[in-house]
């Protein structure tokens, strides 16, 4: 192989691992059954659950929204541009049942890839959902994680799905992420 050759092989290579496509890892493996859906082990782990948006242009700079909602700190979090950050208090409870959501509509939300043009492309927004279960036992390491992650580049996000995530986040009293109401 010439050396040109191998390079560009290589290349692409790394771009291919570093891009990901968006499923679930458990410690290196996928995190699913046969069927492909979640299989989180309630009694051990904590949810933590991130929703962003991110891209376009704000008058300082790139625009960024990001909030998390963690089930074993019973809090939240809400950092963005051009805003202080923010945090509250969450019931546990709640961010189970959040988690327990976008989990079971985990395989629609990344059953269809997305083709078109990501909208960072031309000043507009990437929309991002990451649900952690963290391991909680004495012996627990966070790289142990569960992590099933998801981008509206990466995958086609069905409408009905968005918004019913987007209208429970909402309804616990979590600040707006995306916004179904357009």
Not at 33 to 41: A, L
Not at 56 to 63: M, N
Not at 76 to 97: F, K, L, M, N, Y
Not at 163 to 182: K, M, N, Y
Request: net charge negative; hydrophobic share 35%; with cysteine.
């Amino acid at each position: 192989m010439r050396p040109g050759h191998f390079a560009a092989v290589l290349a692409a290579c790394l771009v291919l691992a570093a891009c990901g496509d968006g499923t679930a890892t458990t410690g290196g493996t996928p995190a699913s059954t046969s069927s492909g859906s979640p299989t989180p082990e309630d009694d051990q782990q904590a949810a933590e659950i991130i929703l962003s948006r991110h891209g376009g242009l704000c008058p300082e700079g790139a625009c960024h929204v990001e909030v998390t909602a963690n089930e074993q700190q019973s809090s939240w979090t809400a950092t963005g541009t051009g805003t202080s950050p923010a945090q509250g208090s969450i019931d546990p409870g709640e961010v189970r049942q959040l988690e327990e959501l976008i989990l079971a509509r985990f395989d629609e939300l990344t059953e269809q890839p997305f083709d078109d043009d990501c909208p960072t492309a031309y000043d507009g927004q990437e929309l991002s959902i990451t649900v952690r279960l963290i391991p909680t036992g004495p012996d627990a390491q966070l790289r142990d994680a569960q992590v099933f992650d998801t981008t509206s580049c990466t995958h086609a996000w069905p409408e009905d799905v968005v918004r019913e995530i987007a209208d429970a986040w909402e309804a616990v009293g979590l600040p707006v992420v995306f916004d179904t109401q357009s």
